[in-house]
């Protein structure tokens, strides 16, 4: 990873933060895409980065089209003067907004397209096909991928976690329009989260081949568990495709098997979608 040029969109907390940092450690220069730069004020790990020149900090709204083509820009451009310009090799996608909770509705995101908008700005403005993009997605969201849940999990992802899935199902939807995956129609969120006109603002079907998609079990703020001396990636199962009796894992070991195993290892999980849990 020494040299190469990452950009994070969603990295302020999370999976993106904790994969960032990672990639900073193996040499990586990372550019941010923030709502608000400030996030980082008091987080000595990212300032030393900064004062290296490692870092970048772009202030910039992923839901704003001009905002994601410039933090392309500013990505490709590792000096003011032009001087030193470079393909992006990776984008790490993590978006995803804080949620409220509704009696009615469960978990909500505001707004409700947050992602999938968010995404397809991302492909609209790609500057070239040969960057390689990882976007984290969830399990349980298709029909197919509701079906591998524990019996105990159902429940709550029918009634806490379906504003939010539809979300990223229309990301998915997205990424296999793009990347000529199969879809099944009837997981389609509509055109409430996709907008009318989405297929004529991302590449064309079959174009986008540089991609990788993990779908982790239900989140926890857990320790990574994989980096506990001799673990290793045997602290977590991957699998392409659904992954049986999945029930939780932590966003830091998700940020593991990401850079140490996607990253790392990219010629074996390019264009597919793997799940990831305990």
Same mark, same amino acid.
């Given at each position: 990873?020494?040299?190469?040029?990452?950009?994070?969109?969603?990295?302020?907390?999370?999976?993106?933060?904790?994969?960032?940092? @990672?990639?900073?450690?193996?040499?990586?220069?990372?550019?941010?895409?923030?709502?608000?730069? @400030?996030?980082? #004020?008091?987080?000595?790990?990212?300032?030393?980065?900064?004062?290296?020149?490692?870092?970048?900090? &772009?202030?910039?709204?992923?839901?704003?089209?001009?905002?994601?083509?410039?933090?392309?820009?500013?990505?490709?451009?590792?000096?003011?003067? #032009?001087?030193?310009?470079?393909?992006?090799?990776? $984008?790490?996608? *993590?978006?995803?907004?804080?949620? !409220?909770?509704?009696?009615? /509705?469960?978990?909500?995101?505001?707004?409700?397209?947050?992602?999938?908008?968010?995404?397809?700005?991302?492909?609209? *403005?790609?500057?070239?096909? !040969?960057?390689?993009?990882?976007? &984290?997605?969830?399990?349980?969201?298709?029909?197919?991928?509701?079906?591998?849940?524990?019996? $105990?999990?159902?429940?709550?992802?029918?009634?806490?976690?379906?504003?939010? !899935?539809?979300?990223?199902?229309?990301?998915?939807?997205?990424?296999?329009?793009?990347?000529?995956?199969?879809?099944?129609? @009837?997981?389609?969120?509509? #055109?409430?989260?996709?907008?009318?006109?989405? *297929?004529?603002?991302?590449?064309?079907?079959?174009?986008?081949?540089?991609?990788?998609?993990?779908?982790?079990?239900?989140?926890?703020?857990?320790?990574?568990?994989?980096?506990? /001396?001799?673990?290793?990636?045997?602290?977590? @199962?991957?699998?392409?495709? #659904? $992954?049986?009796?999945?029930?939780?894992?932590?966003?830091?070991?998700?940020?593991?098997?990401?850079?140490?195993?996607?990253?790392?290892?990219?010629?074996?999980?390019?264009?597919?979608?793997?799940? &990831?849990?305990?």
């Amino acid at each position: 990873m020494e040299n190469s040029t990452v950009l994070v969109i969603g990295g302020s907390r999370n999976i993106g933060y904790y994969s960032a940092v @990672r990639l900073l450690a193996l040499g990586a220069t990372v550019t941010f895409l923030l709502r608000s730069p @400030r996030v980082f #004020d008091q987080d000595d790990t990212i300032q030393n980065y900064v004062k290296e020149g490692k870092a970048r900090l &772009i202030q910039g709204d992923a839901l704003v089209k001009g905002d994601v083509r410039r933090a392309w820009s500013e990505a490709q451009h590792q000096q003011e003067d #032009d001087s030193d310009i470079r393909p992006v090799d990776f $984008l790490i996608f *993590t978006v995803g907004g804080t949620p !409220h909770f509704s009696l009615t /509705k469960g978990f909500i995101i505001t707004p409700p397209d947050l992602v999938t908008q968010s995404l397809i700005n991302v492909l609209e *403005t790609l500057p070239s096909p !040969h960057t390689k993009i990882i976007t &984290i997605s969830s399990n349980g969201l298709t029909q197919a991928s509701h079906k591998s849940l524990p019996l $105990l999990l159902k429940p709550l992802y029918n009634y806490l976690l379906p504003e939010p !899935h539809k979300d990223k199902c229309g990301a998915e939807e997205v990424i296999a329009h793009s990347a000529g995956w199969e879809w099944d129609a @009837r997981d389609s969120p509509g #055109d409430a989260i996709l907008g009318a006109d989405w *297929t004529s603002r991302i590449p064309s079907t079959g174009e986008l081949k540089s991609i990788a998609v993990i779908r982790p079990a239900l989140l926890t703020d857990g320790v990574c568990r994989a980096d506990v /001396k001799g673990k290793g990636s045997e602290a977590y @199962r991957v699998k392409e495709g #659904d $992954l049986e009796c999945s029930y939780s894992v932590s966003r830091k070991d998700v940020a593991h098997f990401l850079v140490e195993g996607v990253v790392r290892h990219w010629q074996e999980w390019e264009g597919k979608c793997v799940s &990831i849990a305990y």
